[in-house]
Structures are given as C-alpha cells and as structure tokens.
C-alpha cells in the first residue's frame, strides 16, 4: 500500500510539471475605440465576482484563461474611457467565447458607464467536431432523472450506443477525472443533475487530451461554492398510470387445489400508489471564510419500486412437483406468501461535497467527495412466481479527489489532481453464503421450457472491486495570441479484487449451504495490479479565417498478468507466461474555417484507441478447466481496439434565433473482442477472448436550433446511420457453438444490434423565464434489428429483420412562485404521456412481442401457469405512462 502511494505521489509530481484540462473554458477578444476604431492596449478586463482577468495588450487583444464554465459579467475599464460593463456572458468548456470591447472616451457625455446584455452566437466559430454543452438551466428544464438520460437525448446516441459503437466505449469525467468504470466499461459513479454546472457530451472525434474511448466523452462539470449562502431542496412523488392491463396483470392463485385449471389474472396493476416513485434531493452552497473558501454539498434519495411485478407463491427451497404426466398427481407444495414483489426497482443515494480555497490571489485548492450507492433488480420472467430465487445486485462507488490551480501569468497556469476511485458491485441471492433459505444444490427450477420457476435459486455470488489510484497533470500556455498550447500527463495504478465463488448444499456439505471455488470455470478469487499512463500535447491555432486543433496522445497499458503460450489441457497446467506492455500514439485533428460571418465549416480526422474491459481481458485469470462443460478464459494479453473516425460538418445561422448543424461522419473500427473456439482431449470445448472482430459505421445528422425567445424554444434533429460488423457480441462465436447444433459463425458484416436506421427528435419549450415553463420531448426511431428464428434454429441471416417503429413523448412543467428572497417551483413530470405500448423486445419467430409461433407447439405447462401467460412478455415493452408531481424552493 505505501510503495503504491509512494509511486502515486512520483505520477503525481511528473504530472505537476505538466497539466489537466476539459474542465474550463477562455473569453477571448478586443478593445477598441468606439471613434476611431483603432486599438486600445492597457485596458483592464475583469470578470465581476472572481479574482479572473487580464489587460490588453500593445494591439488591443485579452485573453482571460481557466474559466470553469457559466454566466459571469465582464467589466472593461481604462484611463480616460468610460467603463463598459457587459452582463450574460456565457463560457463553456474547451470553447473560446468572443467578447469585443468598444470603449467611449470621456470627453463625451454620458450619463453612466455604458451596459450591454451579451447574446450567445448561434454558430461557434472553434467548434472543429460535434459537441453539445447543457447548461445548468437547460439541465432543470429538461424530463430527464440523471446524466445517462441527458446522454441519450444527444443526436447520434441510441440507448448509450455512440455513432454506433459498442457500449463501453464512452470516456465519463467528473471535473476532469475519469469515473469510467474499467472492468465493465460503464460510469462508475455519476454526479447529480441539481450537482451540473455543465454537462459536455461529444459524439464525434475529440481532442488529444481525451484517450481511452473509441465512441464519445461525457464531461460533467460540476458547481463550486457560492460567495453567499444559497439553499435549495425538493422532492416528488409519482407512480405508473397505465390502461395496458392486458400486459401489466397481477396473477391471482386458485385457493381451491385445483392444480389442472391454469392461473387466471386479475387486473390489480391500476391500483395507484404515489410512494411507489419518490425522490428527495437538495444543495446548500456559501462561504466558510468569505470568499476565499466556500463549500458546496448535495445529495440526493432515489427509490423506484419498478412496474414489473412477481408473486411469492413459491420459496426457493420449496418441494413442488409436477413431474407426472396426469395433472391429478401434481404436487404443488408451495410455502410462499403471496405477496406481490416488484422485480425491477432501483433504489439510488448520492452524497457530494467541494471545498474550494483561493489562495495567494492566484492559486486555488479543490477538495471534492463524492459516493454513491444502487441497488436494483433486473427483471427475470422465469422467476414470476418465485421471485427472492433471482439474483440482486448492488454497486457502489467512491471519488475523492484533491486539485491545485497556480496561475503562473495572465497566460499560464497549471493544475494537478490526485484521486482514489473505488467501484464495486456485487450479485447474489442471499448475502449470507451460509443461509439456510439456499435450495438444494441441483434441485429442478422448473417441469417444462414453458413453466415458470417454482423452487430453486441462483447459486452463485459474484463479487469484484475495482481500486484506482490517480495522478494527473495539465499546463496550458496561451503561447501567442493565436496559439493556445496544452500538454498533459496521467498515471493510473489499478487493484483489481474477483471474488467469485459457488453454493454447496448437497451430501457433501451435510446438506447445509456454505461457499466454494469449484465446481465451475468461473469461480476465483484473486488480486491483480495493472498499469496504465498517458501524455499528450496539442495546439489550438485561432485565427480570423480559421481554427484548428491539432495533438498527439501517448497511451501505455501493462496488464500485470500472466497469458497462456499454449491450449489448456486436461489433467496437466498449460504453459504460461508475462503478458507484453502496450504502447500507442494517436494523432488528432479538427478544423473549422468560416464561410460567412454566418457559418462555418469543419472537418475532423483521429485515430482512438482503448484498451479492453477488465471483465473479459481477466475472466477466469486462473485458467480453471471445466472438463464437463463449455467453459471461458480471458486473454490479459488482449491489444487496445481501434477507431479511425472522419467528420465533416456545416453551421449556418439563418435567422436571428435559428441555426442549423449538418454532420456526416464515418468510423472504421479494427481490434474488436471476439471469441476463438479451442477443444479439449475429451470433446469439450472453450473459448478465449481475441482481437478478431471489426465494424464501421456511417451516417449524417441533421439538427436545427430555434433559440428560446418571446415565450418559445426548440430542438429538432434528424439521425441516418448504417452500422455494421462481423458481431455485435464479443461472445457471439462462442454463445454460436453452445448452440444445438451449433450454428457457423458468420464472416460477413451485418447490422449490429443497436443500428437504428433512423431517429428523429424534438424538444419544444413554451413558457416565460421566472414565471412558467412546458418542455414536450417527443422521439421517434426505426425498429432495431433481430435475426429470425424458429425453434431455436435460424431462418434467416443475423440481423436482417427489424423490429417495429418506438416512439414516445415526455413532459414537463413548472410554475415558479417569487417572494421575497424565497422562490418556489411546483413541477410535474410525465414520462410515456401517451402510454404507448413500444416493442422493445420480440420473439424472433414473429418479430413482435404479443406473439410466438413457439406458443402453439407447447403443450400445456406443467406448473401453475398458462402458456398464454408464459408467453406474455412485459418486459418486452417500454415502461408504462410514469406520472411525477412535487416541489422545489430556493433560497
């Protein structure tokens, strides 16, 4: 542990003497004489509120660096010029904002120093790739719980899919430090919305200071302390609201014995229960020691008790029998309770704090915390009637970082970080691996494919924590006028802990429930250390006729683990040795030229390389062999996947409030994850991991902006994509050779699974600010792709059927209520508004979800179910009609 500090603190201080970014933005531009319009140097420019400025130089130009984004008020003053003062000037991050001065002389008559109300530009002249910023506001007014669905309502991403990529391949950042989760390649942890200064998601090709993702970045920056005290609390109630109680029933047992009449349904789903939805979030922001040290905390409580319900009408270790072919004979045995239980609810808690000290005018300490806890279950149709027999699962994660800013000249500065990022998640169906309530190891789940579950339990505990430990550093340097330079470098050292391990309850174990690491390939419990460092340097050029971004980025990997030099074998260990470091340089690049005063073109080229998920690069890291069963093994010697990814886009301003953005992109992906298939001596096969796999994706995006002006805003942005590889699945050849028979792996590029053809959505807010706003978002996209089947058995190529059209529309509305320095909102959120009913899911034989040719080969289930009732499907379907009310105050 101290050697791991101690080397820390070495990445830490390499880093010092470099720098960090993504975090902060730049305001730009030049003072002049309004007269005589030539230059006017040693004008002093501050941001009003902070210790940020700078003076002009010989030629009139500023540059005030390291702004965490915001609206601020810029204030100009100089020696015989009246002050300018110029409020609602708005920095995003990685953007320059262009804020020109023209300043009065003296000698002219004016009443007071000169206002102007800065209007934001339609069109961002150094936007050289496609990325979005949502403010704060913008965060408040959208239908929308947590960052994962502001993600989604980005152009080019379908259900976190980037421009067609795999999932897992998005970088997440919080204030600059990666919380991408690297065993599963999801967010590990996530701030808050009420936490959001700004959120920044790019779609397209990014900048070098960005590595380990092939798709897109998420960068939520969040708040600071505020200079005074500021509280805000809310919270809200809601349920689901549904007319589709032809999906949603609750099964009614027959109390009468009679075992050979199938369960009949009662509609009991109507019922509402407003507590079923609840959340309660608040923050509280001020000073600790006047200005220079200020806190800001959050938290919030998310409990959602799901719409898909079982029924516990049988426990786990129950003894039911319906073995006999005569229904009479049926033993049902059931010892449940009948209570309903819901089978997807989610219960979230978030905790986040910042500190912030300014000291020596120029420097500035960050202390931030954040942890967050999830509990959830995800829905398993086979369960319905015994459901405490499926699996829950908890994660966990904790950041907490420490960042120093020095500004070394009104230039300059540079910035440190250290943190220690801690994920983990845990799956299991009684905590206790020693509680009596686990079954019978081996002990039927079910009498035929069409019943469900009515005994039995998953027997396996799942266990990992993934530790990391970060230093990182950035230097930026406005070199020249026209040259802003950045340099960065960062260092990750890795503890990763699998714990994975077996129920036993059988003779062995004197019929009593304890844990075991044999039995199944899957089974370890070990510690591994990667590694994992980068540096990058890039240039942004800024000049009148055009903008360019250009960088280089250096990424090495080391995986600390061990690879096999030959196929496993039974009955003997199979050679092994140190898996190879990896080294890679990627180069980047993006342009944008204006056109006209009103539009600019860009184009965008760069190589993205990631190295894969720890949760196949470490699967199975002890090459345990099943002798009886197809098994997997991992490859810690796996090669990072790579992107080339192209982009050409056009903004053009075509009213005073109206703009438009066309993007047309392509990527090319090589290294993806595959699986190869190897056989043991006896007949038994396996399968490990390898680069084999590729994809590519291309499409356009066509967006329009109506800025929000005289009481109406809207959104409205069209998506064609093609995306296609040789497997959407790293494991489909393997799930291929399980298959009976086993089905040919395809060589031939198809679509993938999340290739939506085409999306469209709108968003349309109506209101008065600070007196009511209506945000409507209605989207609209193609069915997804699905290879048909019958019985099992392919009927066509992968992929080359669609499921029907989805659409929805979401609602949310807000009265605001001032008084005094108190002011309160009342909102309503309706998800689903029209209750429709999208197939999300089908069954291959029909590509529908209320209908399976199977359904009519089954015979009568043996167990307490009809076959109609197997064979509906609601987790097929999108989520009912969600109906939110509740409150905010401010003060």
Known sequence: MMKSFATLLTLWYIGANILFAGSTGKISGKAVDAQTKESVPGVNIILEGTKLGAPTDFDGNYNILNIPPGIYTLRASAIGFHPVTITEVKVSVDLTTRIDVSLTEETIQLNQEVLIVAQRPIVQKDLTSTSSKVSADQIKAFPVEDVAGLVNLQAGVVEGHFRGGRSGEVLYLIDGIPVTDSYSGGAGVSAEN?????????????????????????????????????????????????????????????????????????????????????????????????????FFLSGRKYSNDGHLYGRRIFNPNDSANFSSNNASQWYRGATGDNEYVSMNDEHRSTVQGKVTVRAFETDKFRFSYLGQTRDWRNYDHRYKYNPDGAYKNFSSGTLASINYVSVLSAETFWEVNAAWYRTKEESYVFEDPYDRRFPVSNQSLQSTGSAFFVRGAEDVHFHRELRNWLGKGDFVSQITNHHQVKAGFEGKLYRLWINNFGIQNDQMSNFKPKPVYFGSSDFANVVLNPIQSSAYLQDKMEYESFIVNIGIRFDYFDSKAKILTEQLKLNRTAGQKAAESEFQMSPRFGLAFPITDQGVLHLSYGHFFQIPQFDLMYLNPSYNINATETFQVGNPGLRSERTVAYELGLQQQVAEDVGIDVTIYYKDVRNLLGTQIFELENGNRYSQYINQDYGNTKGFILSLEKRLMDGFGATIDYTFQIAKGNASDPNSVFLDSQSDPPVESQKQMSSLDWDRRHSFNVSLTFGRPKNYTITTIGRLGSGLPYTPSLQNQRTGLVNSENRPMVYTVDLYATKFITFADYSLSIFAKVYNLFDTENELNVFTDTGRANYSIQAGYSGRPRGINSIEEYYTRPDFYSAPRQIIVGVEINI
């Open 194 to 294: 009420q936490a959001i200064q700004e959120l920044e998601v790019i779609s397209g090709t990014f900048n070098a200071e960005y590595g380990q993702a092939m798709s897109g970045v998420v960068n939520q920056i969040t708040k600071d302390g505020s200079e005074k005290f500021s509280v805000s609390l809310s919270t809200y109630f809601g349920d689901y609201v549904s007319g589709r109680d032809n999906l949603f029933l609750t099964p009614e047992v027959v109390r009468n014995g009679d075992l050979s009449s199938p369960v009949q349904p009662t509609e009991n789903y109507n019922r509402i229960s407003p507590a079923d939805i609840f959340d309660m979030q608040g923050t509280i922001s001020g000073p600790i020691i006047g200005s220079d040290v200020t």
